[in-house]
């Protein structure tokens, strides 16, 4: 079992060496780390909700002895989206009170057929549940699950559970957008502090976020970042780039100095590695990271970083095949329940009173009165998506998430959904 630690990780990241460790079958893929969610998942037919408020498992005198866990990763210790599972794992292993020697962990597993390979081998292995954590790994796991019925196959940012048809396959994934909107709110901080010190002015208030692919997720997650930062900064605007790869430090590290050039103040990232921070860092421009604190590599740019904690969903998953009860076609929790969060504030480089705000809206979150998709703070085109779904046949497709005044990302199914562009931000495609 490799044991994930935040000094350890940065320092692997540093290296560049995002693909390194082979696989427990001695595979040896590359293939970066992804979460992808394309845009089809925004018009899947689904009828599963998400589980919001899957209650703590308890681990009362449980007999733990007969399972045994299976997990299927696109990558390694050495990039911060697989490392933050591995982290989750662990925290399954100590909650339920596993040994190592019941938990067989596959890294860099590309998504294809050597996924299917994986999951025969993991349930031949007797694997009563396995998980796979890419986006492009879900064919491959329902391939698998159509031949193991008795075994629970649980895949992370997928979106065709529900509508496989198979009771053991499940989709899961955390309210990211969350973390998100609240390290946005800490960028929107910063540039108010840079407008009253007069380093820039309030149009000048411009962000840039170096993003993976143009796929409902990253979409998904930098508006929300974006509306976080809009929250206290209402002249902000920002500009996307994507590197098209989930872990590449050069691409990332080249995006954040294009992102400079055309006059971004404060950064962002929706991709695995330092690259970005680092850019960040030579050039003295604020940066919010992602998977993990970046202050190692940029003690004086890095504001704080998104993150997520798999660690309930693992805990949860894993106790409910002990306890014989089902589990969730369809898994999401955020601030509420502990499953995402940002990493401890940069108080060399946030600017005074941050701690506060985010406490603030923190639990607003938790308390469900602040929605990040709130349909009053945004536009598409100058129009409000309710009137759009009125209006424009091309935009029907949102009437099953957009009700109640806001969209309800994650909501209808575990899959990030949001892939509206919304006024205020300028997305530039890579070649």
Not at 294 to 304: D, H, I, K, R
Not at 386 to 408: P, Q, R
């Amino acid at each position: 079992m490799k044991k994930v630690f935040t000094l350890f990780l940065v320092l692997a990241m540093l290296t560049g060496l995002v693909t390194g460790c082979s696989s427990s079958d001695k595979k040896d893929t590359t293939e970066p780390a992804a979460t992808t969610t394309p845009t089809e998942a925004a018009t899947t037919d689904s009828t599963a909700s998400t589980d919001e408020a899957t209650p703590a498992p308890t681990t009362e005198a449980t007999d733990v002895s007969g399972i045994k866990v299976g997990i299927i990763y696109v990558g390694d210790e050495n990039e911060g989206y697989t490392a933050a599972h591995m982290a989750g794992i662990d925290e399954m292993i100590k909650t339920l009170g596993l040994s190592e020697d019941q938990v067989i962990e596959k890294t860099n597993i590309a998504e294809d057929e050597s996924c299917y390979d994986a999951a025969v081998d993991l349930a031949d292995q007797g694997c009563n549940i396995i998980f796979a954590n890419s986006f492009g790994h879900e064919d491959y796991m329902l391939q698998a699950a159509k031949e193991y019925p008795e075994v629970q196959f649980c895949h992370a940012t997928g979106y065709k559970a529900a509508s496989s048809g198979l009771p053991n396959v499940h989709n899961y994934f955390t309210s990211v957008y969350e973390s998100r909107y609240v390290s946005g709110v800490v960028a929107g901080l910063k540039l108010n502090e840079m407008i009253e010190k007069g380093t820039i002015t309030a149009d000048k208030a411009k962000m840039g976020y170096v993003g993976a692919y143009p796929y409902a997720e990253v979409v998904s997650g930098y508006t929300s970042f974006y509306l976080g930062a809009k929250s206290v900064c209402p002249s902000v605007t920002m500009e996307v780039q994507y590197t098209n790869s989930w872990a590449d430090m050069a691409g990332e590290s080249e995006v954040a100095k294009k992102l400079i050039q055309d006059g971004c103040v404060l950064l962002s990232q929706h991709a695995d590695t330092t690259g970005a921070p680092t850019a960040a860092e030579e050039a003295k421009v604020p940066i919010v990271g992602y998977n993990v604190d970046m202050t190692s590599v940029a003690p004086n740019a890095a504001l704080t970083s998104a993150t997520i904690n798999w660690g309930p969903y693992y805990t949860y998953a894993v106790k409910s095949i002990l306890d014989k009860t089902p589990i969730a076609t369809d898994w999401c929790q955020g601030f509420k329940e502990g499953a995402v969060g940002i990493s401890p504030l940069n108080d060399a480089v946030v600017a005074a009173g941050t701690a506060d705000k985010v406490a603030e809206v923190e639990a607003a979150l938790k308390d469900g009165t602040l929605k990040v998709f709130d349909t009053s703070t945004f536009t598409v085109n100058g129009s409000k998506i309710e009137d759009l779904i009125k209006s424009n046949a091309d935009f029907e497709k949102y009437s099953a998430y957009v009700s109640d005044g806001y969209f309800h990302e994650s909501e209808v199914i575990s899959a990030p959904a949001f892939d509206l562009r919304i006024d205020g931000i300028t997305e530039l495609t890579q070649n």
